[in-house]
């Protein structure tokens, strides 16, 4: 088993930037891609970007390529989402996952965090 708690959401303005966090847990996860998603009520949990966790391997979605990174895991296990210049349709709750397959897919992933939500204002 893996957990994930993400932290680190809230409101910002467009423009400004905010880093959230994925504390993992519970197995070697030197294997696995860790990625984030991100879900609007009412619509699918889609693909944000991704990262596996021993090697330098880095995905994005279009609609933040440029915008968001993800560094490389640190010495607690956290894997972070750095966001730059946000736009109000970046909020959203965002969601961490893990996976040794890893993907663009959620049903790629078997291991969730709980959600952090991201409000950006105009």
């Known amino acids: 088993q893996v957990q994930l708690v993400e932290s680190g959401g809230g409101l910002v303005q467009a423009g400004d930037s905010l880093r959230l966090s994925c504390a993992a847990s519970g197995r070697t996860l030197t294997r696995y891609t860790m990625a984030w998603f991100r879900q609007a009520p009412g619509q699918e949990r889609e693909f944000v970007a991704a990262?596996?966790?021993?090697?330098?391997?880095?995905y994005y979605a279009d609609s933040v390529k440029g915008r968001f990174t993800i560094p490389r895991a640190n010495a607690k296990n956290t894997v972070d989402l750095q966001m730059n210049s946000l736009k109000p349709e970046d909020t959203d709750v965002y969601y961490c996952?893990?996976?040794?397959?890893?993907?663009?897919?959620?049903?790629?992933?078997?291991?969730w965090g709980q959600g952090t939500q991201v409000t950006v204002s105009s």
């Open positions: 996952a893990a996976d040794t397959r890893g993907g663009w897919s959620t049903g790629d992933y078997d291991y």
């Open positions: 990262r596996t966790w021993g090697g330098s391997s880095t």
